[in-house]
């Protein structure tokens, strides 16, 4: 059996999921300003926060990766 990525969800989907939980992570950490039931706040920015920091690191690891791939095929003349 051949070691070859397989992507499960199309390419569209792929490429936009970091900004959909960084969208998430606004959209809860503005509900935790809004939000004053039970321990609501509390829930809603420590999601929010963990999404923010989750997109943020996947769109990073995105970008350091590709810009590694095009590395890759220069030559370096020294």
Known sequence: MENEFVMWVSKPIYESLPYLYLAT??????ASMYVSHWHWPTICFVV??????????VLLKRRDHRVKDRRVGQRQDY
Do not use: K, Q
């Not at 992570?25 to 503005?30: D, E, F, K």
């Open 25 to 30: 992570g606004a959209a809860c950490l503005g």
């Open 48 to 57: 929010g926060l963990i999404c923010l920091v989750a997109g943020l690191a």
